[in-house]
Every structure is written in C-alpha cells, then in structure tokens.
T-cell receptor, first 114, second 109 residues
Framework: DTEVTQTPKHLVMGMTNKKSLKCEQH?????MYWYKQKAKKPPELMFV???????INESVPSRFSPECPNSSLLNLHLHALQPEDSALYLC?????????????FGPGTRLTVL | GDSVTQMEGPVTLSEEAFLTINCTYT??????LFWYVQYPGEGLQLLLK?????DKGSNKGFEATYRKETTSFHLEKGSVQVSDSAVYFC????????FGAGTRLFVKA
C-alpha cells in the first residue's frame, strides 16, 4: 500500500468553528508532514513529526494544532481560522534516516474559511 | 540558505513537442534532487529523483540528470502528451524539502 489518504476532501468552515483534518498512511513511514498550498504556489511546510514527536513547527499560528496519535495517523485541529487560511492542506509521509527523503503526498483537503 | 530556482511558466506546447523545464539549485553538501508533478485537483506525486552527481532519474518518458558542476537538474521529455498538462516542481531533498516555485505546463492537442 503506497497511498496516503486524507479526509475530508473538502471542508467549509466559519471563523468560530472547530474542525479536524485527518491523514493516514500504512507504508511504515515514521516521518509525517503537514503542508499548506495556496493557488499557483508551491507547498509551504507547516509541521513535521518524526517517530510521533513534533520535530519542526514552522512558526505556524496556534489556531493550527497538529497531533500524531500513532505512527499511521496525523491530525490537524483547526480553531478560529481566518479567511486567509483558505488553501489546500497536504499531508505527506516519508522514511526517516535515509540519504534521500522521497515524500509521498495525499490528495489534500481543500479548506474554505468563511 | 538552500534554494531552488525554476523557469517561470506557463509553458504551452503542442502535442509531441520537446519539453525542457530548467531547474537550478543552491545547496551545501550533496542533496538529493526531485521532480514532483501535481495534476489538477490532486496532491503531488514524485516523478523522478537523483541522489548523487551524474545520476539520471527517469520515469514515464521524463528524464533529468543531476549536474553538480552547473548545479542543475533540468527536466526533459522528448514528446509531450495532453495528459502531461500539470504543474511541475523541482525540489531539493532533505528532512525539510525545498520546492521551487513550480512550472505550469499546458499541452495542446
């Protein structure tokens, strides 16, 4: 299984809502990533988990809260978002400790904040 | 710091034309290099990779050679198809992958 799955595919939320994005992989990868991608731009790294521990937080606002409950799952909890947070949110996974770092991406969750 | 520079798009070609998308990088050490492709409405997929100097990555008719002397990793395909229309990202590997800005390719029938 070389697939990263993400749910939901689309999400519309108001600025006062709380929602969560989910990501799952069964490739035995021990690094998992959240990216934010705006239209016509490359992905921007938000968070990296390595062995279920947060290893990189790219100064992301606290209204985004990541969670890695086990080696296969990655969540992104959303609260009090702003309209400018509307974007495609991509999850990825990779092996740790190899000389290269090929990442496997999910299809993304398209988030609209009203 | 490390960086990746890609040619700006969009690139518009007719079917069966030759494709080149230029990519140059700045990095310390000897990073791995990647090309990712993003089809409309989808996430990124790895297209090809090269892990050391003079390596040639290839997949689906696309090729790129890791040129350390010119710090380049240009993407080429001899004959593009309409189905190749997508955004192509050159990337520098590592724990924090560094992506180029992306080049949008349109292929006309």
């Amino acid at each position: 299984d070389t697939e990263v799955t993400q749910t939901p595919k689309h999400l519309v939320m108001g600025m006062t809502n709380k929602k969560s994005l989910k990501c799952e992989q069964h490739m035995g990868h021990r690094a998992m990533y959240w990216y934010k991608q705006k239209a016509k731009k490359p992905p921007e790294l938000m968070f990296v988990y390595s062995y279920e521990k947060l290893s990189i937080n790219e100064s992301v606002p606290s209204r985004f809260s990541p969670e890695c409950p086990n080696s296969s799952l990655l969540n992104l909890h959303l609260h009090a978002l702003q309209p400018e947070d509307s974007a495609l949110y991509l999850c990825a996974s990779s092996q740790v400790g190899v000389t290269y770092n090929e990442q496997f991406f999910g299809p993304g969750t398209r988030l609209t904040v009203l | 710091g490390d960086s990746v520079t890609q040619m700006e798009g969009p690139v518009t070609l007719s079917e069966e034309a030759f494709l080149t998308i230029n990519c140059t990088y700045t990095a310390t050490g000897y990073p791995s290099l990647f090309w990712y492709v993003q089809y409309p409405g989808e996430g990124l997929q790895l297209l090809l990779k090269a892990t050391k100097a003079d390596d040639k990555g290839s997949n689906k008719g696309f090729e790129a050679t890791y040129r350390k002397e010119t710090t380049s990793f240009h993407l080429e395909k001899g004959s593009v198809q309409v189905s190749d229309s997508a955004v192509y990202f050159c990337a520098l590997g590592g724990f924090k992958t560094i992506f180029g800005a992306g080049t949008r390719l349109f292929v006309k029938a």
